[in-house]
């Protein structure tokens, strides 16, 4: 009988085992019992490596993160997740005296992993997430002043010239074009704001600069970063290569990226 559940572990293991083309086989299968499934038309996308992919739907974002909540920081403990460290160090060296009056976004906070990392530091911390199941488990961490279920992008937009820092932690993974997310942040810093957030990276030569991976988040190259950071009005002043976690007992190479507001912006 039809089960997805089935169909997508299935899929995962066959990608695991670098089963590429039986993998697409599989999920064009399971699109025939489901084609709007967006957890299949995700992996499809992935496993052909779709190009003119922009970033992952936000329908595949809140079922997955949805169904992904109970068992969330169990997993990513297992898996040696340091992108919320990674994150809230790099704004512990820009505010090294412990500053306590920030306006602070966490965009696509998830379970709050670093609401009690960044919570020192706020005047006011706000987190944004498109799972509904996430944000119940952040509120619960009692240290979020605002927690905000909305589109990442849209939400950071509405914020304009308050936040002090925007920070987002393995999120932006999602996104393959971030011309959109970059200039919402800009917009949204007071001057000399920064942008704190973490991207896994390909050191493949990539015309556009970034590319889905088969597991489903995108791989960005440096330069790629280094120009729609610029283009936006956000001077970068750390692009630092580091490891993100662990998947399948491999490590996962990223980016640990700070970017500051251009003063005349």
Known sequence: PY?????????????LQGKAEDAI???????????????ALHRLRSYTGEFDLPRASDEYIVQTFDDFADSFDMVLKRLEYKAPFLVSDAVQEIFSQAETGLDILDAGCGTGLCGPLL????????????????LEKAKKRGCYDDLLHAELTECIASYPARCDVIVSADTLVYFGDLQAVCLAAASALVPAGHFVFTLERTEENIAQGFKIQPHGRFGHTEAYVENVLMLAGLAPILLEKVMLRYEGGV??????????KVLNQ
Do not use: I, Q, T
């Open 119 to 134: 919570k020192p530091y706020a005047k006011y911390l706000a987190g944004v997430d498109l799972s509904a199941k996430m």
């Open 25 to 39: 086989v599989l999920v064009k299968e399971w699109l025939e019992h489901d084609p709007a499934n967006p957890l």
């Open 3 to 15: 089960n997805a559940e089935n169909y997508e572990n299935l899929c995962a293991a066959m990608c």
């Open 251 to 260: 490590p996962v190479d990223g980016f640990l990226v700070v970017a500051r």
